[in-house]
């Protein structure tokens, strides 16, 4: 058994204790080219290494004396077997916890021993501490072959984290991205309809477990789910900054990009569903340039056209063909119940073709030509060319 503390534990991810927008997450270990096997405990099953996901050295770091330290993490909650092998080697367990977490919380093997028994009573831990019980019994940090965990937050409020990656993750990630805010405590997602709001309040409860409060905001619909580990999940996955503006972190999370279908597809599927509109045309827009090219390349890949334009320097707009509409709907699809409605409409809006009958005789001049001088301006498309063929 090697003596490790939390500065120097392997399996924290940052090297020093950081500020949480500049934690270590998927888009940057993967951009760094290091080994993507670090980010799960089974690449197989896309297990993902949750411990160092919701455990930051920072959270170790004591400002002020009476700092709870503890009640900063989310304490496991233990299985019966778990139980009983930390009560045979809690001894053991304490003085590997002394040392653990040594200059954060500095205590006798006693005191620590005390804390582990008051924990099984309870039947649940401070994941680090928990981390250290794996260190000196056969316990793994994360259980295989399971999709979440169950936790506690230390007032003793259950809920689940998923650690298994699957299409519902991907395309929360995709609304969080374009409708959602994370901040340290919190999600939360803002949204123009009702049904839309309503899908994804069902969508968090179920994955997380956890109560999901929804209400009205003056013309739009909020729902919350109160849960740090939920917002540093969500973080990790895709970079989106936590308390501040996310519009410079955007991008297409590269942990999805390298894992490719069905994950693109959900990611971008939730993108659209938060931002994009489909009542006459299909569209996106955000004000990060470098978002929608993310989107136009993903676009290109599934052989769907697209048209970026520039609005005011401000924000870029994605236009797609009517051509591929039916593509569209294959390769990526819409479970917005608004917009599946809209895109219902879409599909079944046909080209109006109205045959000329006569100019009105009070936009005409006397000698029955349209009166150009009623326009405040036009524009005559190719003129340019046919006046240098002209010449």
Known sequence: MTNIDWQTDPLLLDPEPTLMNEWLTANKILSMAKQSDNLFIDKNNLTLNIFPILVRKVDFVREKNSARILSRFPFLVLTEKEREIIKSKIL?????????FYKSINGRISDWQRRLKTYLKRGAMPYPLFRCACETTPLPVVRPN??????ESARGKRYAIPIKLTNQIAYLCGVCNGDGNLRKHFINIVDETKEHIQFLSRLLEQMFASTVALFQSGNAWVIEIHSSAASRLIN??????????????????????????PYRKYYWGGVM??????????SFTSASERYTKDFQEYLKLLNISSKATRINDVATSLYIPAEHKVDFLHL?????????????NLLQRKKAFHKFKKIKVDVTTKDGYFDLSLMKSFLINGFGDYLRDYR
């Open 92 to 100: 053991l367990i304490s003085e590997f916890a002394r040392d653990y």
């Open 146 to 151: 399971v999709d979440s965990l169950t936790f």
């Open 236 to 261: 990790f996955l895709t970079d989106q900054t936590i308390d501040g503006a996310k519009y410079d972190s955007l991008q297409e999370p590269l942990l999805f990009k390298m894992l490719g279908e």
């Open 273 to 282: 569903d938060a931002d994009g509109s489909f009542k006459t045309s299909i």
């Open 332 to 344: 990526i699809g819409v479970l917005n119940p608004k917009k599946a409605n809209d895109y219902r």
